[in-house]
Each structure stands twice: as C-alpha cells, then as structure tokens.
C-alpha cells in the first residue's frame, strides 16, 4: 500500500494518559500534515512539517499537543493529559511543498480517540 | 486568519440531476482551493482542486468555478450517481496544501 497509513485505527483511553499516534506519509513526500477532525465539522489544521522541520505549530489546541517528525520520514503525534474533549479522528495527510506542479495532500484513513 | 463558509449543509437531488456546492472565503491571499469526497468512516479524498490563477476547471462530470473579485468558489457534479453520495467538504489556503482552512461540510443526498 503506498498511500498514508495511520496506527493506530482506534484508540480508547481514560482521562488523564498520554497517547501516541503513528504517520506514515507516501514515500515521496516531504510535507506531512496534522489536522484533527469532529464530528460534523471539517478538518482542523494543527501543524505540519518539511522533512523534519516542524514549519508551523501555533495552531496545536494546546501544550498538551505536540508532534515530531525526527527523520523526515514518519511523525507521531503525542497528547499528554488527555481531556473528554480531545476525543475526535486525528488525520495525517502527506503531500510536496507549494510551486511543485502538484501540491494536494492525500490522508491517510486517521486514528479515532475516545477519551472516557 | 483564514474562514471558509460552505453551504448547504445538506443538500438532496434526484439522480441524474445537477448538485452545485458554494463556498465563501474571507483571506484575500488564498490561492489553492481543493474539494474534498469524504465517505462514512473513509478518509477524505481530493475530487478536484483550482489555484488562482484559473477560474474555472472541469473533470468528467465534476466542475469547479472560482470567483477571486467575490471570494467564492463552487463545486458542480452533473449527471449525478447513487456513489456520488457523500460529504464534500472544500477547503482554501495560501500555498498548496499547507495549513488548508476547510468548510464544515456539505451532506449530498442522491434520491434513486
């Protein structure tokens, strides 16, 4: 499968613990992007990365969100002190930088948290 | 920051039929404006997508039209298919995908 991959699928958790969801972008790309996405609503931008360089982070909900790309390859992406309101499907998408002739992001099937 | 306004929520055609999907954008610096299918429990899928410098873009039955001057951009599927039911969702940003800003969302109901 050479698309985006997500692990894990699922993920319950109680309030309190941390978690750690895994990316894995399409070989090829160099941007990778987070987005988090409620029921009902469109996808929320949170951060995304060239190669390793974490380019943009302001808009991760807060402290307790935070992500690394070490290698440039696959990313993870940690929430400490998880809250009810953090359940939601966490989506990686992977694409190429703006100016490249095709720059879309395709997602990966994303991890869906329930904090209980 | 960016804000993207879609509309309808829901919208229910008959199969065969037309649906057209509007979207309003509020950052006049916005240049790359994708549509996103997403099925329930799928990831979302980028159908189409127009850049800036286009004002309109079509493939096979889908079409999307963009109006800079007015900030607004719309999605057309024509002769539509029971498959073509779904949640599309478009999105806008400022340089290729990066931090794209999307839309809540339109629910299309195909009727038989």
């Known amino acids: ?116 | 920051g960016e804000n993207v306004e879609q509309h309808p929520s829901t919208l229910s055609v008959q199969e065969g039929d037309s649906a057209v999907i509007k979207c309003t954008y509020s950052d006049s610096a916005s240049n790359y404006f994708p549509w996103y299918k997403q099925e329930l429990g799928k990831r979302p899928q980028l159908i189409i997508d127009i850049r800036s410098n286009v004002g309109e873009k079509k493939d096979q039955r889908i079409a999307v039209t963009l109006n800079k001057t007015a900030k607004h951009f719309s999605l057309h599927i024509t002769e539509t298919q029971p498959e073509d039911s779904a949640v599309y969702f478009c999105a806008a940003s400022r340089g290729g995908a990066d931090g794209l800003t999307f839309g809540k969302g339109t629910h299309l109901i195909i009727q038989p």
């Open chain 1, 1 to 116: 499968d050479t698309g985006v991959s997500q692990d894990p699928r699922h993920k319950i958790t109680k309030r309190g613990q941390n978690v750690t969801f895994r990316c894995d972008p399409i070989s090829e790309h160099n941007r990778l992007y987070w987005y988090r996405q409620t029921l009902g609503q469109g996808p929320e931008f949170l951060t995304y990365f060239q190669n390793e360089a974490q380019l943009e982070k302001s808009r991760l909900l807060s402290d307790r969100f935070s992500a690394e790309r070490p290698k440039g390859s696959f990313s993870t992406l940690e929430i400490q002190r998880t809250e009810q309101g953090d359940s939601a499907m966490y989506l990686c998408a992977s694409g190429f930088p703006a100016g490249q002739p095709r720059t879309e992001a395709f997602f990966g099937q994303g991890t869906r948290l329930t904090v209980v």
